[in-house]
Nanobody, 118 residues
Framework: VQLQASGGGLVQAGGSLRLSCTAS????????LAWFRQAPGKEREFVAG????????WYADSVKGRFTISRDNAKSMVSLQMNSLKPEDTAVYYC????????????WGQGTQVTVSS
């Protein structure tokens, strides 16, 4: 499994960014994809997740109402639309995949930096 993330950048507070993650080499019939982030000096935290087959989504409380995770089956891509960005959203964002029935995400993409200036 390979995950390729893109779309990070620098944006002012209140602005928007869209992250994308393309998955390849996936052989599981059921799995979910998620976005995590890690800010300097902090532990990595969950941001949003989506079940690939059903499209069911879930979010961290800190991003509910501002971030939207979605998938494009044809492109094997998951996206994270981030609106109303805050300086505290600054972090390296990672996409990750886990097979259905597993509790941990075992496949990770490289990170993409998101910086929100105040």
């Amino acid at each position: 499994v390979q995950l390729q993330a893109s779309g990070g950048g620098l944006v002012q507070a209140g602005g928007s960014l869209r992250l994308s993650c393309t998955a390849s080499g996936v052989t599981f019939s059921r799995y979910d994809l998620a976005w995590f982030r890690q800010a300097p000096g902090k532990e990595r935290e969950f941001v949003a997740g989506i079940v690939w087959t059903s499209g069911v989504t879930w979010y961290a409380d800190s991003v509910k109402g501002r971030f939207t995770i979605s998938r494009d089956n044809a492109k094997s891509m998951v996206s994270l639309q981030m609106n109303s960005l805050k300086p505290e959203d600054t972090a390296v964002y990672y996409c990750a995949l886990r097979a259905a029935g597993y509790s941990s995400y075992d496949y990770w993409g490289q990170g993409t930096q998101v910086t929100v200036s105040s």
